[in-house]
């Protein structure tokens, strides 16, 4: 879409990110551990734009992210612990090309052995290019900021 200097635009972003991974502890005591994983980082971006005289156009690609994860884990009481990871990987397939890079810090509660509650905070760094006929034209997200989560495990 061309659209000349003086005209009015809106413009719409939206980014999804659902975070799925698996880990192996290769060190392990009873208040620490260490350990390496992989997941993927299942991202979704969509963007539009839109003129009063010019029209509109929108679209949206959805991307695996692969990467392999490092994390420590520390046991500040019974309850409570310390949780810090890093992600890192790049993936290219087909007309898609997309890199991530995240890190983290959690507080967690954990009142089960196999629920738990937290504080954490995040630094997500990802980029996806895409040279389809839907969408020509690349993207990088950083997001930064405080979460709230609940996690289960097995």
């Given at each position: 879409m061309n659209v000349p200097?003086?005209?009015?635009?809106?413009?719409?972003?939206?980014?999804?990110?659902?975070?799925?991974?698996?880990?192996?502890?290769?060190f392990k005591t009873q208040d620490k551990e260490v350990g390496i994983g992989l997941g993927a980082h299942v991202a979704r971006l969509q963007a539009g734009l839109t003129t009063a005289n010019f029209g509109s156009e929108e679209t949206s690609e959805s991307a695996?992210?692969?990467?392999?994860?490092?994390?420590?884990?520390?046991?500040?009481?019974?309850?409570?612990?310390?949780?810090?990871?890093?992600?890192?990987?790049?993936?290219?397939?087909?007309?898609?090309?997309g890199s991530v890079?995240?890190?983290?810090?959690?507080?967690?509660?954990q009142p089960w052995r196999h629920f738990s509650v937290g504080l954490g905070y995040r630094d997500?760094?990802?980029?996806?290019?895409?040279?389809?006929?839907?969408?020509?034209?690349?993207a990088q997200v950083q997001e930064s900021g405080p979460m709230v989560f609940i996690a289960t495990s097995f």
């Open positions: 200097v003086s005209a009015t635009a809106h413009s719409r972003f939206n980014v999804e990110d659902f975070r799925v991974g698996i880990g192996y502890s290769f695996p992210l692969p990467f392999l994860t490092t994390y420590v884990r520390l046991a500040l009481t019974d309850r409570w612990l310390l949780n810090i990871r890093v992600d890192r990987l790049s993936l290219s397939s087909g007309d898609i090309d890079f995240s890190s983290g810090l959690d507080v967690i509660y997500i760094d990802w980029q996806i290019s895409s040279k389809s006929n839907r969408w020509n034209g690349r």
